[in-house]
């Protein structure tokens, strides 16, 4: 410890300090004068965090149905009236077989009801009775989804019928043996989608811009020439690479700021149930680990362009398969593997254990550690790329 | 309009491009790697959900009952837990998703014929995957309770079981699937892919390849050349097109041989319609170019703009139909829904123009209107 103080007093390392605050100040300059750009960062961590937060639904939602009833009795009518909103859409009564495959075909509608004749009958007579269900799967997760939905409620349907003939069908106190299902659903007990969604976007913008802001302005300096310049200052390559990771950090913190207390909480009423100062320190190590990987690419890339489809091509993969789109059980074996390489896989836990669970280190130190492993590992070779390069 | 003047600049543009070799290898190598990742690693169907169970009956009935959970595809069980507060840490590290709770005297009350509450606990974060286990949990119970009623009325109505079954499940649904009928998520993921890898790949093309020509000043050749605005755009924009083009070929083999997905409809259609879309997704690049001064903004900015309303309002991953009336607006405002709305429509509907035209139109419409923006925007007399 007295070491470590006497070494931060010594004259050297102060201006190396000194030199490095410099620099940071020069990155934080040349991006806030890039107009076009801040309007970008402004929109990206506000409005558009807003308009995927309160737009995005991923649960089953307005499935158009189509119905043939052939029988126009009660029963039939009683059981479409449970397609109801907001999971269903009714569309309206077809007169014939074939048109329910034409509405398909157009798209406007994504299920086909078919009711037959003596349906009413055969429900009251004991008899069994087949409905049919058409249902468009070009989109197999909606369609199955849908599909789900859709016999559970002919299913409770038929039963309810069944046994209220027999005069058995008090659900609330059976009197016949049933096991009753009662879901507590944890921390967000309403499943608001908006929570979710909301740092879902979050964290998709804090990924994009920790990647490509400091692998652009790394190349543009090579780019330019303005690198060599620099080498040849008092500046070492570490403290180059570091300022460009440093001003984006500080960008990209007070970004997440705004989103989080001036939308995600105050709009969404998403919860901060752990400590924020975690959060934040976190997030840092996220976009420290995150701005590593645009290094690496940037210490490989000629111009920009090419760190452009660099960072592009390793960027779209970690937004769609980590975990923040789509739940990270569905995916195959090899995503899960190859994503152990995404730090966006482990700062999505991290997020929602200390926003929504209230989780602290002492849950969440594997991830920490984990992602702060692969950051140092990144910004290690991403370095040495760099420094051989001029050298 | 001199076509001369055109082929010069296609001619000194493609150079550009190709000399780039990294570049060049990219520009292909994207579509196709995301193609082969995405096709074959973005499942959306949910399966193998952690979780664990509190049995504090311990008996045949309960035992019965958890195994169905144990055996299903959808559930990966992780153990039994002796108390609850246990369960709570692993929910909380996220090492399960749900636990189950079967309470004392599970086997003894059901088997007096009464009910029995069993509670689970799921792990509200992710709203998809939590609606998904409840599903799941509510259809296994429902199996698990169709067969105790049956058993229950066999016994207490003195029927055969054939009738006590008929009794329980009076309604049989008959599901038929169209267009996927052995619901194969590959079949539904790849034709969107098509859209998906290049609604996010050409802008990018594009726009670094213009920005590029402002940052390092080169644009000034053009400003002093005799080349008009018209020629100048229409010049610069094709080898981008054609590298576009030449995507959707490798991408429909790709899906056609790799994915064996089918392909119903008409191919001129698709190719039509396809270069409709990539004329639109040139546009976006061009636009974002036009306003920016900086490639490390058009980078940016291009991804914001392209990427992010892809993946969130194109329909890949979320219907447009389930979006909230001002995201369903939003999405209209993107090419990316259109063609996927082509795209499946001629792989696996197979359907023709007499469906298709309204999202043909809309893509022509959008590629006329991006090039007239960007024909308004580009001036040879800069401000500054």
């Known amino acids: 410890m007295k070491r470590a103080t006497m070494m931060f007093k010594s004259p050297r390392t102060l201006t190396w300090w000194r030199r490095l605050a410099v620099m940071t100040r020069k990155e934080l300059w040349q991006l806030f004068r890039d107009l076009p750009l801040m309007a970008f960062v402004v929109y990206s961590f506000t409005l558009s965090v807003y308009l995927t937060g309160s737009g995005i ?80 799967t070009t989109n197999s997760a909606q369609g199955l989804s849908a599909a789900g939905y859709a016999t559970r409620i002919i299913g409770e349907f038929g039963r309810e019928a069944a046994l209220a003939r027999i005069g058995a069908a008090n659900d609330s106190s059976p009197n016949r043996p049933m096991v009753l299902n009662d879901h507590r659903v944890w921390y967000n007990p309403n499943q608001t989608e908006s929570w979710f969604e909301s740092v879902s976007h979050l964290l998709r913008m804090i990924t994009i811009f920790a990647i490509m802001l400091p692998a652009a302005a790394l190349v543009r300096e090579k780019e330019h020439g303005t690198v060599e310049q620099l080498l040849v200052s008092p500046l070492t390559p570490f403290q180059i690479m570091l300022s460009k990771v440093l001003a984006m950090t500080a960008a990209i913190l007070v970004a997440t700021a705004v989103a989080l207390f001036g939308i995600m909480r105050p709009v969404f009423g998403v919860p901060v149930r752990g400590s924020v100062t975690l959060f934040f320190a976190l997030t840092a190590l996220f976009v420290f680990t995150t701005a590593g990987m645009g290094l690496l690419a940037a210490s490989l890339a000629r111009n920009q362009a090419q ?75 991403g370095m040495w790329r760099f420094r051989r390069q001029f050298r | 309009m001199n076509l001369r003047r055109i082929a010069a600049v296609v001619s000194k543009e493609w150079r550009e491009v190709t000399r780039d070799r990294m570049f060049l290898l990219l520009a292909f190598l994207m579509p196709a790697l995301w193609m082969i990742v995405f096709g074959y690693g973005l499942v959306l169907d949910v399966e193998n959900i952690p979780f664990a169970v509190v049995d504090r009956d311990r008996s045949a009935l309960s035992r019965d009952y958890l195994h169905r959970f144990i055996e299903s595809r959808y559930f990966d069980f992780q153990g039994y837990v002796a108390v609850e507060e246990a369960a709570d840490a692993l929910l909380q590290s996220g090492k399960v998703r749900a636990v189950i709770v079967v309470p004392e005297q599970f086997q003894e009350r059901l088997s007096a014929g009464t009910g029995v509450g069993v509670q689970t606990l799921i792990d509200g974060t992710f709203p998809l995957r939590t609606d998904i286990t409840k599903g799941y949990v509510i259809a296994i119970t429902a199996a698990f309770n169709e067969e105790l009623l049956i058993t229950h009325l066999a016994r207490s109505q003195g029927l055969s079981r ?187 509907k197979g359907v023709g123009p007499e469906v298709l035209w309204r999202d043909g139109l809309a893509l022509v419409l959008y590629a006329a209107a991006l090039r007239l923006i960007g024909y308004r925007l580009f001036t040879k007399r800069p401000r500054s």
């Open chain 1, 57 to 136: 639904q991923t649960q089953l939602r307005n499935a158009g149905l189509l119905v043939y009833d052939e029988d126009h009795r009660a029963s039939s009518r009683e059981l479409i009236r449970r397609f109801h909103p907001p999971y269903f859409r009714f569309d309206g009564e077809l007169f014939g077989a074939d048109e329910g495959v034409r509405r398909l075909d157009r798209g406007e509608s994504l299920l086909v009801l078919d009711l037959p004749p003596r349906f009413h009958e055969s429900l009251h007579g004991g008899e069994s009775v087949a409905v049919q269900l058409l249902v468009d």
């Open chain 2, 162 to 348: 054939r009738q006590a079954e008929t009794l329980a499940r009076p309604i049989t649904p008959e599901v038929r699937y169209l267009y996927n009928e052995e619901v194969r998520g590959t079949w539904s993921i790849v034709p969107a892919l098509v859209m998906f890898t290049l609604m996010v790949s050409s802008p990018l093309l594009t726009a670094l390849g213009i920005v590029r020509e402002k940052e390092t000043g080169s644009i000034y050749n053009i400003y002093s050349a005799p080349v008009s605005r018209i020629e100048f755009l229409a010049g610069k924009l094709a080898p981008y097109v054609l590298i576009s083009m030449l995507n959707v070929i490798i991408l429909w083999l790709m899906a056609l041989l790799i994915f064996k997905v089918p392909f119903k409809g008409n191919p001129v259609l698709f190719l039509a319609v396809s270069m409709m879309f990539v004329l639109s997704s040139t546009g976006i690049g061009l636009i974002v170019s036009l306003l920016v001064r900086t490639q490390q903004a058009a980078l940016i900015i291009t991804v914001v703009v392209s990427t992010v309303p892809t993946i969130l309002f194109s329909g890949l991953l979320f219907p447009v139909s389930s979006l909230s009336p001002t995201s369903r607006f939003l999405a209209h405002l993107f090419p990316g829904m259109y063609y996927a709305n082509v795209c499946w429509g001629v792989f696996l």
């Open chain 1, 307 to 381: 760190v452009g489809m660099m960072t592009l091509l390793a960027v779209a993969p970690m937004l769609l398969l980590s975990g923040i789109t789509t739940p990270l059980e569905a995916m195959p074996v090899w995503v899960r593997a190859l994503m152990a390489l995404s730090p966006l896989r482990y700062f999505i836990d991290i997020a929602h254990g200390i926003l929504f669970k209230g989780a602290g280190l002492p849950i969440l130190w594997p991830m920490a550690v984990s992602m702060a492993m692969l950051g140092v590992a990144l910004f290690g070779f």
